[in-house]
């Protein structure tokens, strides 16, 4: 496990990255940052999947959500699909108004439960290495 400064991030299972938002921090462009090179580190050159949890009540500044944070990976093989596991009403508006803003190349899906998202993501996982 790694712990940056706004998350931890594991790779739990091959080709299989889960990130976990602190709820004791504030979310920063430099810690999305962070995290994106710690994804990029785990998820190696293989194709990866990546769960990813809101906690409730998160505190961010603004300027998270005026960046593509996925836009220096564009046309790379790297993340496949993205299921965001979201706390409350705030972070699932956050991350669904993120989405519209900056669409990204891979499927990704706001849940309100871990279980929802783990199915959706096995079976994207499947799709991937059926290929």
């Keep these: 496990m790694v712990k940056t400064r706004?998350?931890?991030?594991?790779?739990?299972?091959?080709?299989?990255?889960?990130?976990?938002?602190?709820?004791?921090?504030?979310?920063?462009?430099?810690g999305f940052e962070e995290n994106r090179i710690v994804r990029q580190e785990l998820?190696?050159?293989?194709p990866y999947v990546m769960l990813s949890f809101l906690p409730e009540g998160m505190d961010f500044e603004l300027a998270v959500t005026s960046r593509d944070h996925f836009?220096?990976?564009r046309g790379q093989i790297g993340m496949r699909a993205l299921a965001v596991v979201v706390g409350d009403a705030m972070g699932e508006a956050i991350a669904k108004l993120y989405f519209s803003y900056f669409p990204t190349e891979f499927p990704a899906r706001v849940f309100h439960q871990e279980v929802e998202?783990?199915?959706w993501l096995g079976a994207q996982q499947a799709a991937v290495k059926a290929g």
Excluded: K, N, Y
């Design 6 to 30: 706004c998350a931890t991030m594991a790779l739990t299972a091959p080709g299989f990255i889960e990130q976990r938002f602190l709820s004791d921090v504030t979310i920063d462009r430099a």
């Design 43 to 46: 998820g190696g050159s293989d």
């Design 71 to 73: 836009e220096p990976e």
């Design 117 to 119: 998202a783990r199915a």
